[in-house]
């Protein structure tokens, strides 16, 4: 999975929750043309926090049933500066728990660039992946691999896959926490996916996954307010995390298509969580589709998360200052127009191979935190 990002936290961990793909066993679908696309992801919370992601596709196919992927993403994110008046008590409550860096001027804001680049080589059934992600202060890397096959007459597929990503945490040095050690983060995943064919129109997709991390896995740059004082931030070292999850999709005869899933979540942290999604695509015209989506989520809190720590110990030696840790319940609505102009690649053969789509989407939760994005695509196909 995408790394935990040290500023931001909440916008950017819920804009990897939202990614189209989650990037655990590196399944690769199949590949048919040459494809090159283009997306620009803009993105806004109740925080203020801007996120601009610039990624790009591209998609090859190689003789002896082979393909090649290549996915990059530019994002630079901007956390506005502290508002309050200097020396009140606001600003020092303001820096006291920022989750980025607060070194020199915290009244200015504060901007960080991030860049990825992930190769993925496919060859028959089996297909391995690169992932690295680099920014001032984090390094992710992954390596994962893939396989499924057909079952039962081709109406049942099983895949499996597997990944394992290494980290490097070198935190940059600032006012509360200065000369932080460099630390390290390492995950371990395993997934199985079965998708079986009931009839002509209708799809069903069940799976599950685990992982088991090790490492820092809390924002070195906040603190909390505990027993009167502040501390650093401090979750467990190691983590196990598990989730099964089930989708169907059903198509309509008035050429649309329903889909509905559910995810269970839980960890040794004690979080449990459910998911309930639904999405509806409608044929407008040829080429020309409209969806909508929703999104409920529900989680119980970690046993070490409280809303006011009485002891600087915090429970059993763990401290949080991230709401995602605590109780917490969310809801997304969504909606994205998708245009494909291959009817005109009679009359108009370089238009007829560009498609595009425009997506907006917004995200509020129980603990006052809300989000814009809004997505727009080029493809083109070769």
Same mark, same amino acid.
């Given at each position: ?20 793909a989650t990037r655990c066993g590196a399944q690769m679908t ?128 099983? &895949?499996?896959?597997? $990944? *394992?990503?290494?980290?490097?945490? %070198?935190?940059?040095? !600032?006012?509360?926490?200065? @000369? ?76 649309? &298509?329903?889909?509905? $899933? *559910?995810?269970?979540?839980?960890? %040794?942290?004690?979080? !449990?969580?459910?998911?309930? @999604? ?54 997304l609505f969504g909606a994205a127009l998708d245009v494909g ?18 997506? *907006? ?22």
């Amino acid at each position: 999975m995408q790394q935990l990002k040290w500023i931001g936290t909440a916008s950017l961990a819920f804009l990897a929750t939202c990614a189209a793909a989650t990037r655990c066993g590196a399944q690769m679908t199949a590949v048919d043309d040459q494809t090159a696309e283009y997306l620009m992801q803009l993105f806004s919370d109740s925080g203020h926090v801007s996120v601009r992601s610039a990624i790009g596709n591209y998609t090859l196919p190689l003789p002896h049933d082979r393909a090649l992927s290549l996915h990059w993403n530019n994002e630079r994110v901007v956390v506005p500066a502290i508002k309050a008046a200097p020396g009140t008590q606001e600003a020092v409550d303001a820096i006291t728990t920022a989750s980025r860096p607060i070194s020199g001027n915290a009244f200015s804001d504060y901007v960080k660039v991030r860049n990825e680049i992930e190769g993925g080589l496919k060859q028959g059934r089996a297909a391995v992946e690169y992932y690295l992600s680099s920014e001032a202060d984090y390094l992710a890397q992954q390596l994962g691999g893939s396989y499924n096959r057909d079952i039962g007459g081709d109406q049942l597929n099983l &895949s499996v896959g597997t $990944s *394992y990503g290494w980290d490097r945490i %070198d935190p940059l040095p !600032d006012d509360k926490n200065n @000369g932080v050690p460099v630390s390290r983060k390492n995950t371990l995943h395993w997934n199985a996916v079965a998708t079986q064919i009931l009839s002509p129109t209708l799809l069903l997709r069940y799976g599950v996954e685990y992982n088991i991390v090790e490492g820092l896995q809390h924002n070195p740059y906040r603190d909390v307010f505990a027993g009167g004082s502040r501390v650093p931030e401090r979750h467990p070292d190691h983590r196990q995390r598990r989730d099964a999850f089930v989708r169907l999709n059903q198509y309509l005869s008035n050429r649309a &298509s329903l889909k509905f $899933s *559910y995810r269970f979540y839980n960890d %040794d942290w004690g979080i !449990d969580s459910h998911e309930l @999604g639904s999405k509806l695509s409608q044929s407008i015209a040829h080429g020309v589709f409209a969806s909508y989506e929703y999104r409920y989520y529900t989680q119980t809190p970690a046993r070490f998360w409280r809303a006011d720590y009485t002891s600087l110990n915090g429970v059993d030696g763990y401290l949080t200052g991230d709401y995602r840790m605590g109780p917490l319940s969310s809801h997304l609505f969504g909606a994205a127009l998708d245009v494909g102009l291959d009817g005109l690649a009679a009359e108009h053969p370089t238009i007829g191979h560009f498609g595009f789509r425009c997506e *907006y989407e917004r995200y509020f939760n129980s603990n006052n935190y809300s989000a814009n994005i809004l997505t727009t695509q080029v493809t083109y196909a070769f």
